[in-house]
C-alpha cells in the first residue's frame, strides 16, 4: 500500500544578542527514489534571506544554502514537503556475506565507486579504535555463511534489543565508544553503530537520515509537531541493492519511513547547520517535526 | 648547537675541504673554485653571522616567533620555530637542474590529471587504482568538490625531492594543498645574495628573480576572468607559516587577507576596504583545504570565509590551488600514487616516490656555524617550486635545501637548517611572459590591514611618549643623583607622578602604588616598570605591525626587528638612558619612515589618525599630571622647583623643551609652556595640532561624524585648562571609538550554530 504525508521540519535558533549576518546550510528535502516520489517541497528561512542557493552534494542529495545578512535575533528554518511512499517488498539476497565482502574488495566500474566510498572509517564512525568491539556484536549475527540480508535483519534486532532508546542520553556528540560502554543512545547512535558494525567486517553501509511516521498510542489523538527526525542503516547486497533496515525500531521499512538524504555518516547530511557573525552569546534552539498521513 | 670556533673544527673543515671525501663528480656539491670560495674556512663564522642578521632583520628567524598579545588581547599562537640560513648552499649544475625540471614539470601535470580524474571521470576509482575507500576515508578527499571542473586543479606545486647515495633522485613528497615556502626561497635568495655577493656574482647563479612574475601569470590563469584581481589568502599570523606568506605577498604586491577581510555576497568573494567592498576573481590560498569554508562539512575551526565553497561552485571565485587538490597529500592515498600517475600517464616517469623512507640520501657540506647536527656534512631534502598557466610550466631554477638531523623523517627535518639553493650556468632561458595587466586594487585598503596599522601607530606614539618621559627622569637622576631625594623626596613622587601619567597605570600592573616606600626606591622601581610598560607596547606595534609588512617599506621591517632586540632588555628591566636613546632612535626611524616611505592614501592617513590621537592622549595626560598633581607638604620655593622641574620634563617628553628655550629664553613657566603644548597650531606636537590633523584626515575620508567630532575637540581649546583637559579627552576617546566603529566594525570569527539536536 502506498502512503502519502506530509511532513513539517522546522527548526528554530533564538540568540543571546543580535547576529550582524547568517550562513544556514539545510539538508532536508526528500530525496526521490524508486519506491519514494516527492511532490511539493520547499525550505524556507525566515526572516526572509537576503541570498539563496540549491545544489545537489556528491551523493545526491539536494542542499539548500541560505544568507541573512541583517541583524537578527532569531531564525526559523523550515522544510516543508509532501510525499508518497510505496509499500518496499521484503527483499531477498541470500548470498553469504562472505561472499558480498570478497565482491566489493575486487569492485571495478560503477560498483567501486558507489559502494567502495562507504566502507571506510568516517567523521562519526570510528573504526579504528572500535573495530574489536564492533566486531563482537557483528558476528553474533553474521555468522559463518549466513545470507547478507537475513544476518543484517538480525542484526537489526540484536541492537534493537540489547541497546535501550534513550532521549535523554545522546546529545549529537555522543562518540560512538560512549554509545558501546551505555548500551544506550538515540537513533542517530544506533544508526552509526549499526554502520560501523557493518564496515567493520568489509560492508559497504550508509546513514540514511529522514523521518518515520508515529502513530499515538490507542485510543488517543496525534500531537501535531510532537515528531522527530530519524535515522537508519542501509547496506549493499548484491541482489537487492542497498536494503534499508531501521535499528532504532528493530525492523526493515516498509513504508512508513520518509527518506531525505544519504551519506557516510551524519556529517555529510546534518539537516541544518550554519555559521553566525556576531557577539559570543547564547544559543537556544528548538525543533519540532511533524509527519502527517494524508 | 655548539659555535665552533678553532681547533680540530679547522682541521675537520679543512679535512673535507680538501676534497677526497667526496667523490668529485657528485652532484649537489660546488667544485673548483666556486667550492674554495663557498668552503672557505676563514669566511665561514663572518658568514654566518651576517645570514643570521639579515634573516632576523626580515623578520623570519626570531621576531615572529616572540610576538605578544595583539591590541584585542588575543595571544598570538606562533607554531613554526626560528631557522637559520646555511651559507654554503647547495650546488645544481645546470644538466642536472634541467633534468630535475623536466622531471618536476612532468610530474606536476601528471598530477594535475591525476587530480582531475579523482573529482572528474574518476577512472582511477572504477579501476581500483585509487580505491574510493581510502578516498572515503580522508577529509582531504572534498566530497564536494565532486564534479567541480576548475580551470586548472594545481596553479602552484612544490616537490620535496632527495638524492639518494647510489645517486638516484627521488620524491620525498608532494605538496599539492596550499604548497609551502615558496616566500622561504626567496628570502633565503635575499639572505644569501647579500651574504655571498661576490660568489654568486663570478659564477653565474641563475636569477630566481622573474619566477614572481611566472606566479603572477599562473595565478592569474587560475580563472576565466580577463584582468583578475587576486589576493594571498593567509591564516594571518597564527599560521604556522605565516612569514612565508607575509615575504610572498610582498614580493608579488597582492594583498595579504584573511578570512575576516573577505565576504561572499550574491555568490561572489569581496574584499572589505575602507572604500566598500570590492570584488576578487583569485584567492591564492595559503590555507589548506579543510579550512576555508566554516559551513562545509567536517570543516576545521572557524578561519576560513563562511559561504567561500559556494561562490566558487558558482563560478563566482577561483581558488589556486583548487579546493580538494591536497588530496594528494593525504596519508591513505600517498600509496596509491605512483599507480595512479603511470595510469594517467603511460610513460616511464623520470622521478618515483621514495618507497623507503630510510634509505641513505647523499650528504652536502654544511658550515660549522650554522648549527647543523652534524658539523661537516649532512644529508639535504630540496624543495622545488612550480607553476603552471595552462601554456607552460615554469620551475624555479632555485628551491630550498632542508638539512636533516640523523634519524630524521625526510618528511619532517627537525634541524631548522635551511640551505639557498643555486643553480649554475646561463642555459636556463629566461622567459619574458605577456606582462599582466596591472589591475590592482588600487588605493584600497582592507580594513583589518587599516585596523592593524591604526593600533601600530598608537602604539608607537604612546611608547615613545613613555621612552621620552623615562629617559628625561632617567638623565635627570644620572646627571643630578641628588635630585632624587630633593625636598624629602618631592621631586621623586612627583616624577612618579609623571611615569604614572604617561604610563596610564590604569590598565597596567607594572606601576603600582607604594605607600610608605622610600620615594626614591619607588621612584627607581617605576622607572624599570615604566621599562616593561614600554615594552608591552613595542609588542603590540610588532604584532600589528607583522600583519601589514606590506605597506611598510623594507627599512621599517629591520627597524621593527631591532625593536623586537631592544624589547629583550627592556623586559629584563634594564632601563637606562642608554637604552631609552636606543628605543628613541629606533622610533624616530619608524616615525620617519613612515611619513617618509608611505604614500598619502587611505593607509596612511588610517595610521596616522592613529598617532596623532594618541599624541592628543599623551599631550593631555601629561600636562594633567604637571598641572594637577598634589604636591603633599611643599610650600614656596620648594614647591615652585618642584613645579618647574616637572615641566621641564613634560616639555622634553613633547620634544619641546629646545622650542620653548628658543622662544622664551628663560626658565620654564607654567603657562607658557600650557600655551605651548597645548594651543600653539606651529607646534607639531601641541594638542590642537593633532586635533587640526584629526579633522583634517576625516575631512579627506570624507566621514562627517569625524569632522564634527574634531571641531568639537578644537572647541573645548578655548576653555579654561582645568575644565579643557578633561572635555578634550572625552571627545579625543568618542573620537577613537568611532575611527574604530566606522571604519573597523570587523566581524568576529563565525560561530558555529549548534547542531540540530533531533531523536527517535
Redesign the interface.
Known amino acids: 500500500m502506498t502512503r502519502r504525508y506530509r511532513v513539517v521540519h522546522r527548526t528554530a535558533y533564538t540568540y543571546g544578542a543580535a547576529m550582524t549576518d547568517g550562513y544556514t546550510v539545510a539538508c532536508l528535502v526528500p530525496r526521490p527514489t524508486p519506491w519514494q516520489r516527492v511532490g511539493e517541497a520547499s525550505v524556507r528561512l525566515d526572516p526572509l534571506p537576503s541570498e539563496a542557493d540549491s545544489f545537489l552534494d556528491a551523493f545526491g542529495n539536494l542542499v539548500n544554502q541560505f544568507g541573512l545578512h541583517e541583524l537578527h535575533r532569531a531564525v526559523t528554518i523550515t522544510g516543508e514537503s509532501t510525499v508518497e511512499v510505496d509499500e518496499r517488498p521484503v527483499p531477498v539476497d541470500p548470498t553469504a556475506w562472505e561472499a558480498v565482502v570478497a565482491q566489493l574488495d575486487a569492485a571495478r566500474d560503477a560498483l567501486a565507486v558507489d559502494a567502495g566510498f562507504f566502507r571506510s572509517p568516517s567523521t562519526f564512525v570510528d573504526l579504528a579504535d572500535l573495530g574489536v568491539a564492533l566486531r563482537s556484536i557483528v558476528e553474533r549475527s553474521f555468522t559463518p555463511g549466513r545470507g547478507i540480508v537475513e544476518s543484517a535483519a538480525a542484526l537489526c534486532t540484536d541492537i534493537h534489543e540489547s541497546f535501550e532508546f534513550d532521549p535523554g542520553f545522546s546529545d549529537l556528540s555522543t562518540p560512538l565508544h560512549r554509545v558501546l560502554a551505555a548500551r544506550r543512545g538515540v537513533c542517530q547512535d544506533f544508526a552509526h553503530l549499526a554502520v560501523g558494525c557493518l564496515r567493520s567486517i568489509g560492508l559497504a553501509a550508509r546513514y540514511v537520515s529522514g523521518y518515520i511516521e508515529t502513530l499515538p498510542p490507542p485510543g488517543q489523538p496525534r500531537l501535531v509537531g510532537a515528531d522527530a527526525s530519524h535515522a537508519w542503516c542501509s547496506v549493499w547486497t548484491p541482489r537487492e541493492g542497498w536494503v534499508d533496515f531501521d535499528p532504532t525500531n528493530g525492523h526493515l521499512p516498509v513504508n512508513q519511513h520518509v527518506t531525505v538524504a544519504w551519506g557516510r555518516d551524519y556529517a555529510d547530511v546534518t539537516p541544518v547547520r550554519g555559521v553566525v557573525i556576531g557577539p559570543s552569546t547564547s544559543q537556544h534552539l528548538d525543533v519540532s517535526v511533524d509527519v502527517a498521513p494524508v | 648547537m655548539s659555535p665552533v670556533a678553532t681547533g680540530s673544527a679547522h682541521r675537520e673543515w679543512d679535512g673535507w675541504a680538501g676534497g677526497d671525501a667526496m667523490s668529485a663528480g657528485a652532484p649537489l656539491q660546488p667544485h673548483g673554485a666556486l667550492r674554495m670560495a663557498l668552503l672557505d674556512p676563514d669566511r665561514q663564522a663572518e658568514r654566518q653571522a651576517r645570514a643570521d642578521r639579515l634573516l632576523e632583520a626580515d623578520g623570519a628567524g626570531h621576531l615572529v616567533h616572540d610576538l605578544p598579545v595583539r591590541s584585542d588581547g588575543r595571544a598570538a599562537a606562533i607554531e613554526s620555530r626560528p631557522w637559520r640560513v646555511d651559507p654554503i648552499p647547495v650546488v645544481l649544475d645546470s644538466a642536472t637542474f634541467r633534468w630535475l625540471s623536466l622531471a618536476v614539470a612532468e610530474r606536476m601535470e601528471a598530477l594535475e590529471a591525476v587530480i582531475a580524474d579523482l573529482y572528474g571521470e ?1 577512472r582511477l ?4 587504482l585509487v ?7 580522508t ?1 582531504r578527499y572534498r ?2 568538490a ?2 567541480s571542473r576548475p580551470q586548472r586543479w594545481l596553479s602552484t606545486y612544490a616537490v620535496d625531492v632527495a638524492l639518494r647515495a647510489d645517486g638516484v633522485w627521488q620524491v620525498v613528497q608532494d605538496l599539492t594543498d596550499a604548497p609551502p615556502g615558496i616566500g622561504y626561497a626567496l628570502l633565503d635568495r635575499s639572505v644569501m645574495s647579500r651574504v655571498v655577493p661576490e660568489v654568486m656574482a663570478a659564477n653565474e647563479v641563475a636569477s630566481i628573480a622573474r619566477y614572481t612574475g611566472a606566479m603572477r601569470r599562473a595565478l592569474a590563469a587560475a580563472t576565466g576572468v580577463d584582468s583578475p584581481r587576486i589576493v594571498l589568502f593567509s591564516g594571518g599570523l597564527d599560521h604556522p607559516s605565516y612569514i612565508d606568506h607575509s615575504y610572498l605577498a610582498v614580493q608579488l604586491g597582492v594583498h595579504l587577507v584573511e578570512g575576516a577581510d573577505l ?5 561572489r568573494v569581496w574584499l572589505r576596504t575602507l572604500d566598500g567592498l570590492e570584488p576578487v576573481d583569485v584567492l591564492y590560498r595559503r590555507l589548506e583545504d579543510p579550512t576555508v569554508d ?2 562545509e ?2 570543516a576545521h575551526g ?1 578561519v576560513g570565509v ?2 567561500l565553497l ?1 561562490a566558487v ?2 563560478g563566482g571565485v577561483a581558488l589556486a590551488n583548487a579546493h580538494g587538490a591536497g588530496v594528494i597529500e593525504a596519508a591513505e592515498v600517498i600509496s596509491y600514487v605512483e599507480a595512479a600517475i603511470a595510469h594517467v600517464r603511460p610513460v616511464e616517469q623520470s622521478l618515483a616516490l621514495m618507497s623507503d623512507g630510510r634509505a641513505t640520501l647523499a650528504r652536502v657540506p654544511v658550515a660549522p656555524q650554522s648549527g647543523a647536527p652534524d658539523a661537516i656534512d649532512a644529508p639535504v631534502v630540496l624543495r622545488l617550486f612550480a607553476v603552471n598557466d595552462g601554456v607552460t610550466v615554469s620551475v624555479l631554477p632555485g628551491g630550498t635545501g632542508r638539512v636533516l638531523a640523523p634519524g630524521d623523517d625526510p618528511r619532517r627535518p627537525t634541524a631548522c637548517v635551511a640551505k639557498d639553493v643555486w643553480v649554475l650556468g646561463r642555459t636556463i632561458a629566461p622567459t619574458f611572459g605577456p606582462r599582466l595587466p596591472q589591475v590592482d586594487f588600487g588605493r584600497s585598503l582592507p580594513t583589518r590591514a587599516a585596523d592593524a596599522l591604526y593600533w601600530t601607530n598608537r602604539s608607537a606614539e604612546r611608547a615613545e611618549a613613555m621612552a621620552r618621559v623615562g629617559r628625561v627622569v632617567a638623565s635627570r637622576i644620572e646627571q643630578d643623583p641628588g635630585l632624587a631625594a630633593l625636598h624629602g623626596g618631592g621631586w621623586s613622587r612627583r616624577m612618579t607622578d609623571v611615569l604614572h601619567a604617561v604610563g596610564r597605570t590604569t590598565d597596567h600592573a607594572h606601576l603600582s602604588d607604594h605607600v610608605g616606600e622610600d620615594p626614591t626606591d619607588g621612584l627607581l622601581r617605576d622607572l624599570a616598570g615604566l621599562g616593561a610598560l614600554v615594552a608591552d607596547e613595542i609588542g603590540v606595534l610588532l604584532t600589528e605591525g607583522t600583519t601589514v609588512r606590506e605597506y611598510l617599506s623594507v627599512t621599517t621591517g629591520r627597524v621593527l626587528a631591532h625593536l623586537a632586540t631592544l624589547r629583550t632588555g627592556l623586559r629584563r628591566g634594564e632601563v637606562d638612558v642608554d637604552a631609552l636613546d636606543a628605543v628613541l632612535a629606533d622610533f624616530a626611524a619608524f616615525a620617519g619612515l613612515w611619513h617618509e616611505s608611505i604614500v598619502r592614501g587611505p593607509a596612511w592617513r588610517i595610521g596616522d589618525t592613529g598617532r596623532r590621537l594618541e599624541r592628543a592622549l599623551v599631550v593631555i595626560d601629561l600636562v594633567e599630571s604637571a598641572v594637577g598633581g598634589p604636591r603633599g607638604e611643599l610650600r614656596g620655593d620648594a614647591a615652585r622647583e618642584i613645579d618647574a622641574a616637572a615641566i621641564e620634563v613634560l616639555l622634553a617628553a613633547n620634544e619641546s623643551l629646545v622650542a620653548y628655550r628658543r622662544r622664551h629664553r628663560s626658565d620654564v613657566e607654567l603657562d607658557a609652556a600650557i600655551a605651548l603644548l597645548v594651543h600653539d597650531d606651529t607646534n607639531p606636537r601641541s594638542l590642537s595640532t593633532a586635533i587640526e590633523r584629526l579633522r583634517r584626515h576625516a575631512e579627506a575620508g570624507e566621514w562627517a561624524a569625524g569632522v564634527a567630532l574634531a571641531d568639537r575637540a578644537r572647541e573645548t581649546l578655548a576653555l579654561p585648562l582645568d575644565e579643557l583637559l578633561p572635555a578634550a579627552r572625552t571627545v579625543i576617546d568618542e573620537f577613537g571609538s568611532a575611527v574604530v566603529a566606522r571604519w573597523f566594525s570587523s ?2 570569527s ?11
Open positions: 574518476r576509482v572504477r579501476d581500483r580505491p574510493a575507500e581510502a578516498l572515503a576515508a577529509d566530497v564536494n565532486v564534479g565576504v561572499v555576497r550574491q555568490r566554516p559551513l562539512v567536517a572557524s563562511p559561504g559556494q561552485r558558482s566581524p568576529v563565525p560561530i558555529l550554530m549548534r547542531p540540530t539536536e533531533d531523536v527517535t
